[in-house]
């Protein structure tokens, strides 16, 4: 089975900086997709960023970029210029193939930027 | 209007009490899920219907009844539940397993369940 683990529980980060939220995950899979979700507090989950696992190129999304490492099974979020918008809880996610509708998460890191 | 909307945003209930969480989405997917939300714990997968058809039953306790009428609407009937069923529910859509699929959920608001 997948697993998608999340070590840190909670960081803090002055506005501006930049900041790096790690995730590894466990699979017997060489093609899959892998997501981070973004929780802001009281509000509705959304996508932040896809990478699909057969790519070497690392995805990005304007201040949001990832460090895909699949020997590693890291995927770690960087955030660039990081803005007060940016406070939320933020999922790592796995999805097994496309054809699959079972997307796993990991038990988030609560991210606070600070003025 | 959300895409994906979920009522009743906020409940409460006892556990002899029968309740119903229902899930509506705007967005022509195939594919509905509810997801359990606690503290400190992953994101738990408890159902998933595609086409209408279940095809993901994670073990969750028959105290939570899903139902899937159409393609559009989710709910989550509720029975005896127990004080640890306290959650955040989520409810999301997706295009499943259509070719067009890239993976990503779209999720409502949730609905924040008290179990007393």
């Known amino acids: 089975a997948q697993t998608v683990t999340q070590s840190q529980p909670e960081m803090s980060v002055q506005e501006a900086e930049t900041v790096t939220l790690s995730c590894t995950y466990d699979?017997?899979?060489?093609?899959?997709?892998l997501f981070w979700y973004k929780q802001p507090p009281s509000r509705q989950m959304i996508l932040v960023i896809r990478?699909?696992?057969?790519?070497?190129q690392n995805a990005t999304e304007n201040r949001f970029s990832v460090n895909f490492q699949k020997a590693a099974k890291s995927f770690s979020l960087k955030i660039s210029d990081s803005q007060l918008g940016d406070t939320a809880m933020y999922f790592c996610?796995?999805?097994?193939?496309?054809?699959?509708?079972?997307?796993?998460f990991g038990k988030g890191t609560r991210l606070h930027i600070l003025p | 209007e959300t895409g994906v909307t979920q009522t009743p945003r906020h409940l409460v209930m006892g556990m002899t009490n029968k309740k119903s969480l229902k899930c509506e989405q705007h967005?022509?997917?195939?594919?509905m899920y509810w997801y359990k939300q606690s503290a400190k714990k992953p994101l738990e997968l408890m159902f998933v219907?595609?086409?209408?058809?279940?095809?993901e039953n994670n073990s969750v306790p028959s105290r939570f009844s899903p139902e899937c009428p159409n393609s559009s609407h989710l709910f989550l009937h509720l029975h005896t539940l127990q004080p640890e069923d306290s959650a955040l529910y989520l409810c999301?859509?997706?295009?499943?397993?259509?070719?067009?699929?890239?993976?990503?959920?779209?999720f409502g608001e949730g609905s924040r369940l008290t179990v007393l």
């Open positions: 699979t017997s899979e060489s093609n899959y997709y």
């Open positions: 996610a796995f999805m097994k193939h496309w054809w699959d509708d079972k997307i796993i």
């Open positions: 219907y595609n086409f209408k058809e279940q095809t």
């Open positions: 999301a859509s997706s295009l499943g397993t259509s070719g067009a699929n890239t993976g990503e959920l779209f």
């Open positions: 990478q699909e696992a057969y790519k070497q």
């Open positions: 967005l022509g997917h195939n594919a």
